[in-house]
């Protein structure tokens, strides 16, 4: 009937581990998505680029227009991407996304993530029922399928994750943001009735940074804003029905943090030490410790700076950036289970 008319702010985003990888427990044109599903909080959902191979070129047949015999389109060996934004909880749906990019298995359940010294490059086939743990289900929801279509990404990946807060924005809550991938076909007219666990109700803020804090071993700066960030790339290969074959991570995966502290008689050191530098920092490198230190405090041993600078304004700030480096301990730590 043509009668609603949406914003990206109606659609939900629902996230759920896969009984096999690309596959949540039915034929990859008609996953399972009646339950069980755990919801993200997105401020919009944007959509992905629903992008197939065109062989558009003009052939030697009849004319100088492309000929109806000369068009060819493919939807199956393509990558797709989304990326979504929103307020952080300390629930499952969001771990899960953490779990992903980090490398490690992934489970329903609210527990500490790190990424080891060994840190593991995630790989495997579609369609394998022994590696539940690998992979998940991503589904954009419309308020009602009458006048619209779930799309439905299987054989998902994390391959961006950042966890941010600022001051001056949102009263300090913590921000995340993340990108997700997949080797599989998108399904883009599932008209299933989605269901699942609604996301938490408590957010976190920065307000509650009130255990250990340091940046490069200086303890307790004024802090406005901080973030962190962890990139590591999907590559897919092979050749499937429904897709990519297999997939596996790019050869490098980035630990990489920012924060903008007032630049005072404690922090000062900053800019001597980034222009001086010589080898990491392994003493305390980058930690934000909440209050109630599972409400996703974070920690990463060791890294070097990669930006210290002045930031020009009512009061001088300075812009701080680094990046993890390994010494044989975590590389980055989130204190999320009690």
Not at 278 to 301: E, G, K, L, R
Not at 306 to 314: L, P, V
Request: charged share 15%.
């Amino acid at each position: 009937m043509a009668d609603a008319s949406f914003s990206p702010r109606d659609f939900k985003a629902w996230v759920i581990e896969e009984t096999d990888t690309g596959n949540n427990a039915g034929a990859l044109n008609s996953p399972q998505i009646t339950s069980n599903l755990l919801q993200l909080d997105v401020d919009s959902v944007s959509f992905p680029s629903i992008a197939p191979n065109q062989k558009l070129d003009v052939r030697s047949s009849v004319g100088r227009v492309l000929h109806s015999n000369d068009f060819f389109q493919d939807n199956v060996l393509r990558s797709t991407e989304v990326s979504l934004s929103g307020t952080y909880h300390n629930d499952t749906g969001h771990i899960l996304l953490m779990q992903s990019v980090c490398g490690v298995d992934l489970a329903a359940t609210v527990a500490d993530v790190a990424i080891p010294t060994a840190a593991t490059t995630v790989s495997g086939k579609y369609g394998e029922g022994t590696e539940d743990n690998k992979t998940f289900t991503l589904v954009l929801a419309p308020p009602d399928t009458t006048d619209g279509y779930n799309i439905v990404l299987v054989g998902c990946l994390c391959t961006s994750f950042t966890i941010s807060a600022d001051a001056t924005a949102d009263g300090g809550l913590y921000k995340w943001s993340a990108t997700i991938s997949t080797g599989c076909k998108p399904i883009t007219d599932n008209t299933a009735t989605e269901a699942g666990t609604a996301y938490s109700s408590s957010p976190i803020s920065i307000s509650t940074l009130t255990g250990a804090r340091t940046i490069n071993s200086i303890t307790f700066p004024v802090l406005n804003s901080f973030g962190v960030t962890i990139e590591s790339p999907a590559v897919y290969s092979g050749v499937a029905a429904t897709g990519f074959a297999a997939f596996g991570r790019g050869p490098e995966l980035s630990v990489t943090c920012e924060a903008q502290v007032k630049y005072d008689s404690d922090t000062r050191p900053l800019l001597n030490n980034f222009n001086t530098q010589t080898a990491h920092d392994a003493a305390d490198f980058f930690t934000m410790t909440q209050a109630t230190a599972h409400n996703c405090s974070i920690a990463i041993t060791a890294g070097v700076i990669t930006n210290a600078a002045i930031s020009e304004g009512d009061v001088a700030m300075i812009d701080f950036a680094g990046k993890a480096v390994n010494v044989g301990s975590n590389i980055i730590s989130f204190d999320l289970a009690s």
